[in-house]
């Protein structure tokens, strides 16, 4: 997808023909999509209760066997945002796709069997349609992995909403020594939708002092003071796809042991940026970046993997860790992360957002990462 195609957004169409050549690879006649992700970046819709039957061959035509189901209230968005799918108006809109597809006789049914509950999967067979339901995980999530240039855009923005709000929340004062953890987030956050956010990735971690060595920690009213680590983990949602970034700063003066620490973690996230490229394990990136801390004499207190995909959900494919399997392809968007975390003392993480891109990744998130003293 080119720039210009960028401009004029997501081809929904395109999406579903790749989607149909994994269908069947995987020997189906169509595939159940439930996962109301999955169905907004197949058909662009948004509301709160779908599904979608997706075609695989073209015997019949298998646009013209593609339908979305939804339920009265979303009888005109679902035109609005799906014109090219036939819709079926239903209280129970995935019982009336597989009546469809029962009566079409399409013979294997493809189902998310990784996120349909048991309830859902005995009332696809309880129909009795004369269908074959099989498991057919992650099909959906395979072609998201993969980013087009729209979805790119949307994550630019997404970023630079991010990247603008903690300029404003720094430039307005607004992490300081006396202020609380929760005062700075719901600043920060605030910060976001000045800049474009239209909503946050997830609840932002403000953590100071030794709350900045629990890796996801929830803010509190601890109170900031001088010398504290503070570590900042956000992101803005725009266009539906999610940033993520986290920097860490320190107040006031810093301690050797914290320009130590720091120094490590920031060669740790080089090494893991550096790493990133078409056809390179996910694992051995994890590797390059954590061989790093190892060196350093930290690598017990790296506890968790180094990035994972982002998107449309802030946790996607692939995932970077020493048990990721696969390859890294071009146009796959990550997180880099590596983090060091010292407990009851404090620790530090460093985040960015990138894309795999042939002569090396594509950084979206653009605020600096040099060690920064907070006056």
């Known amino acids: 997808m080119s720039a210009e195609d960028a401009s004029r957004g997501p081809d929904y169409a395109a999406r579903r023909g790749a989607l149909r050549s994994l269908l069947v690879q995987n020997e189906v006649d169509a595939l159940l999509v439930t996962d109301l992700v999955n169905i907004r970046y197949l058909t662009g819709f948004t509301g709160s209760n779908a599904a979608l039957l997706v ?18 209230r979303y009888r005109a968005q679902v035109a609005a945002q799906v014109p090219d799918v036939r819709a079926e108006i239903a209280r129970a809109p995935g019982r009336r796709v597989t009546e469809l597809a029962g009566e079409w006789k399409l013979g294997r049914v493809g189902f998310e069997s990784h996120s349909v509950t048991v309830d859902q999967h005995r009332g696809f067979v309880e129909q009795r349609t004369g269908l074959e339901f099989v498991g057919a995980p992650g099909l959906v999530e395979q072609l998201r992995a993969v980013k087009d240039s729209y979805e790119v855009e949307q994550l630019r923005r997404a970023c630079a909403a991010g990247d603008a709000g903690l300029a404003s929340l720094l430039e307005r004062g607004g992490l300081r020594p006396g202020r609380t953890e929760r005062q700075v987030a719901r600043d920060l956050e605030w910060a976001m939708y000045e800049h474009g956010a239209e909503a946050i990735s997830f609840e932002t971690i403000v953590a100071a002092g030794a709350n900045s060595a629990v890796p996801h920690h929830r803010p509190t009213d601890a109170v900031l003071a001088t010398g504290d680590f503070v570590k900042l983990d956000f ?8 940033s993520d970034m986290t920097r860490t700063y320190v107040l006031g003066a810093v301690a050797d042991w914290q320009r130590d620490v720091y120094e490590v973690v920031a060669r740790a996230q080089r090494a893991g940026c550096a790493a990133l490229a078409p056809g390179v394990k996910a694992a051995d990136v994890d590797a390059a970046s954590r061989a790093v801390i190892e060196d350093a004499g930290h690598g017990e207190l790296f506890v968790h993997g180094l990035g994972h995909g982002v998107g449309l959900q802030i946790h996607e494919a692939p995932g970077i860790a020493r048990t990721a399997t696969g390859t890294l392809l071009s146009g796959v968007a990550v997180t880099v992360e590596p983090g060091v975390y010292f407990p009851g003392r404090g620790g ?3 985040e960015d957002t990138l894309v795999v891109r042939e002569g090396g990744p594509e950084l979206l998130t653009r605020t600096g990462k040099d060690l920064t003293v907070v006056d």
Do not use: L, P
Not at 235 to 242: D, P
């Open 235 to 242: 992101g803005a949602v725009v266009g539906g796809y999610h």
């Open 348 to 350: 530090v993480r460093i």
């Open 55 to 72: 075609y695989s061959w073209d015997r019949f035509g298998a646009e013209e066997r593609t339908v979305i189901g939804t339920d009265g």
